[in-house]
T-cell receptor
């Protein structure tokens, strides 16, 4: 009964490749997020969707493109991968738009070689 | 601009003792929420406790309590009766009105519980 599930858990790829990370939540939440955790463990928001509509788009290279086919899914596609993209990417979801705790997936560890 | 500061990169505590993890924040927004998350070595992010800016009482959840001092803009996490399984990274985070529940995280504190 995983609440927020991400696939794959690990992703190793070469520079220049294109890859996708998928996220699904079965909590009935309206809002989903992508966060990036760097090697120093710092967490930074990248994107957020509310009912399939993009509501947060932080300063992220346009090689990163989120897609939300429905409110239970939020995928992240990355083009032309670079070494600096290596990180753990977390998907999260929440109900509502204010003061609600985020429920995180288990993360996808992306390694670019 | 909103900011969260955790000044303790690492802390250690003896098993069964209490420990306080510090968190200060900066915002001019009167309505905001404060959260603590735990990240064990396995990597998942676990929600622990929440405090709203208008809440009169300090939040508590089992062995976790939040020492909320609004005037000082601090939201310290207190873990009572520490257990070995409490060893993890702990993150303080904040959201603010109009921010679409975007959480801004502190740098984290690594807690080690010693037997």
């Amino acid at each position: 009964d995983t609440a927020v599930s991400q696939t794959p858990k690990y992703l190793v790829t070469q520079m220049g490749n294109d890859k996708s990370i998928k996220c699904e939540q079965n909590l009935g939440h309206d809002t989903m997020y992508w966060y990036k955790q760097d090697s120093k463990k710092f967490l930074k928001i990248m994107f957020s969707y509310n009912n399939k509509e993009l509501i947060i788009n932080e300063t992220v290279p346009n090689r990163f493109s989120p897609k939300s086919p429905d409110k239970a899914h939020l995928n992240l596609h990355i083009n032309s991968l670079e070494l600096g993209d290596s990180a753990v990417y977390f998907c999260a979801s929440t109900r509502g738009l204010h003061n609600s705790p985020l429920h995180f997936g288990n993360g996808t560890r992306l390694t670019v070689t | 601009a909103q900011k969260i500061t955790q000044t303790q990169p690492g802390m250690f505590v003896q098993e069964k003792e209490a420990v306080t993890l510090d968190c200060t924040y900066d915002t001019s927004d009167p309505s905001y929420g404060l959260f603590w998350y735990k990240q064990p070595s396995s990597g998942e992010m676990i929600f622990l406790i929440y405090q709203g800016s208008y809440d009169q009482q300090n939040a508590t959840e089992g062995r976790y309590s939040l020492n909320f001092q609004k005037a000082r803009k601090s939201a310290n996490l207190v873990i009572s009766a520490s257990q070995l399984g409490d060893s993890a990274m702990y993150f303080c985070a904040m959201c603010f009105s109009g921010g679409y529940n975007k959480l801004i995280f502190g740098a984290g504190t690594r807690l080690a519980v010693h037997p």
